[in-house]
């Protein structure tokens, strides 16, 4: 046991929802895709190659053979990008403990440490137990492998376990970590700091401990955003302000040229944006493309509040971008009536500039254009598939071509044929699965709770383009079938907002899935548990619109929709 590992860690029942993909249209503007893979090993003579199977930014893919071979869990920085193949899952009895550790077991957890399981252990995505402990707030899990020997600073692509906990706002284990005087300027494979992470996720505390122990407050990630942009854009003026205090860079600019009072700006918080005005920041800053914070609101949404911030501090409301647009014209044209009542009226030429307000079919004739342009740069820099391409965004494409819109078939066909020969080589590991609870433990992923959250999406976006059922598609449907819990319910361990955060999308997917993939074979086991499903939907209560709106599809997707109570 480490000698300054306190004896007791505070229990914590509150579970993480904030490990997020800072920048949500990365893949629409062409930015780094981020993306996390994982692979296998399985203990009987079995040779086994598997195509790609990507989820957001967790990923598997490529080849690799099963072997009976324990492979030694090294420590050192991985060359390995989020974009390259998977390495072999190492580490004794390390899939177990990963499981135990998501089945939030401590006992199994001891006990697995007592029979020599390496608390060291490499997944496919090379993460290790202790990353998945401080992620999902469970300290005495923490402490149990740490005890055991467990490298508190064991780095990989993505960081390490103080990454973890930083993303989701885990104190408690974050202030362990930091207590064993691990590194403050650990960095994931985009360039994002621990820093950035608790920043991002509003955590004072976290950021407070870091800027103690002299975090860089001004580095950047890969995008050029700093902690104190992603502070803004979340709306946490706290934490804003300790690191303007701590020495941030007021009007530091990213690869866009945008500030962290635009980050605070277009995402509608005013106090940030007040708080940032305060302490310096120019008001009148423009990014790339000639557009003020001003500029910005008024083109991304209806923030009165933001918009009297900005006047009140100093803002040009005369200013136009490189296109000759006003922040008027474009309240206008989008129909942001309260700013305009701040703004003013726009003048002709910049009214003309701003050009007309698109009708919502011009709307979705462009949006899709873009869509499909990320699909087929998506492919061509890979070779997995993705719940972000071919799962919500095959969803997205497939709406629109029922509704009368072309699809380009450049990008169509080579999505189809990576995920038939994805689903095909992925056959084998699926039916040996459904017979053997060993081999299940060695799916991809299924270690931490990321099958449903790859399957549901992809299997859906097949099911939107019609695509035929075949074995392939049989095997992965009953693989997911068997992962839904007692009460109907399809699950996830660590959130990631917002691809991965509710309950309900997943459990509505899943039910999409089944119905459009289950076997004929299990007509009856896939009708009752479509039936568990749809009772689940029915009394869980909907937290938020994602869920409101992913309800109302699943009920759609099993029958029941005229019950629905919304």
Not at 287 to 311: M, N, Q, S
Not at 336 to 361: D, E, F, I, Q
Request: with cysteine; aromatic share 4%; glycine share 8%.
């Amino acid at each position: 046991m480490p000698a300054n590992l306190p004896a007791t860690l505070p229990s914590s029942e509150v579970y993480p929802f904030s490990l997020q993909k800072r920048r949500y249209c990365s893949e629409l503007t062409g930015r780094k895709i981020d993306t996390r893979m994982g692979s296998i090993t399985y203990s009987r003579k079995i040779r086994f190659a598997f195509g790609a199977i990507m989820v957001g930014s967790l990923a598997v893919a490529a080849a690799a053979p099963w072997s009976s071979a324990h492979f030694r869990s090294g420590q050192e920085k991985s060359a390995r990008k989020s974009t390259d193949p998977p390495v072999p899952s190492r580490g004794k009895l390390g899939q177990d403990l990963f499981l135990a550790i998501d089945h939030r077991d401590l006992s199994a957890v001891q006990s697995l440490i007592k029979q020599g399981a390496d608390p060291d252990s490499r997944n496919g995505l090379e993460f290790t137990p202790l990353y998945i402990a401080a992620a999902s707030f469970q300290p005495a899990v923490m402490q149990a492998l740490l005890q055991a020997g467990a490298k508190p600073d064991a780095d990989s692509s993505y960081g390490t376990a103080l990454t973890f906990a930083a993303s989701s706002g885990n104190v408690d284990g974050a202030n362990l970590l930091l207590s064993l005087g691990v590194n403050v300027n650990a960095t994931k494979n985009d360039g994002t700091t621990v820093l950035m992470l608790a920043a991002n996720a509003g955590s004072p505390e976290i950021v407070g401990e870091l800027l103690k122990r002299k975090a860089d407050i001004n580095a950047k990630d890969d995008g050029g955003s700093t902690a104190l942009s992603l502070a803004a854009r979340g709306g946490y003026e706290t934490v804003g302000h300790m690191l303007l205090n701590a020495g941030a860079v007021v009007d530091g600019v990213d690869s866009e040229g945008q500030t962290p009072l635009m980050a605070a700006a277009v995402t509608g918080h005013s106090d940030c944006v007040r708080m940032l005005l305060q302490k310096g920041a120019n008001p009148n800053a423009r990014d790339a493309k000639g557009r003020t914070a001003l500029i910005l609101t008024a083109a991304y949404g209806d923030y009165p509040e933001v918009v009297h911030a900005l006047l009140s501090g100093g803002a040009d409301a005369k200013t136009t971008d490189t296109q000759g647009c006003s922040a008027a014209a474009l309240a206008e044209v989008r129909g942001h009536s309260k700013s305009l009542v701040l703004l003013g009226k726009p003048t002709p030429a910049s009214l003309a500039a701003a050009g007309r307000a698109h009708s919502p079919r011009e709307a979705v004739h462009l949006s899709l254009k873009l869509v499909q342009s990320s699909m087929l740069q998506f492919h061509k820099m890979t070779a997995c598939v993705s719940c972000h391409q071919e799962g919500l965004g095959r969803i997205a494409t497939g709406e629109a071509r029922d509704r009368g819109f072309s699809l380009d078939q450049a990008v169509e066909q080579p999505q189809v044929k990576r995920l038939d020969q994805t689903l095909a080589a992925m056959q084998p590991l699926h039916t040996q699965a459904l017979k053997d609870p060993e081999a299940m433990k060695h799916v991809p992923l299924i270690e931490i709770n990321e099958l449903a959250t790859t399957d549901t999406w992809l299997l859906a976006g097949m099911a939107a383009h019609n695509q035929p059922p075949t074995e392939g598609t049989a095997a992965m449907t009953m693989v997911l079938a068997r992962q839904q819990a007692p009460d109907g319910h399809w699950s996830f361990s660590v959130p990631r907002v917002p691809m991965q955060s509710s309950n309900v999308t997943f459990t509505a997917l899943a039910v999409r899935s089944l119905s459009a993939y289950g076997p004929k074979s299990h007509a009856a086991e896939i009708a009752a548990q479509i039936h568990r499903a749809k009772v689940w939907l029915l009394h869980t209560p909907a937290k938020t619109s994602e869920d409101r709106a992913s309800r109302l599809l699943g009920l759609k997707w099993a029958g029941e929709i005229g019950r629905a109570h919304v």
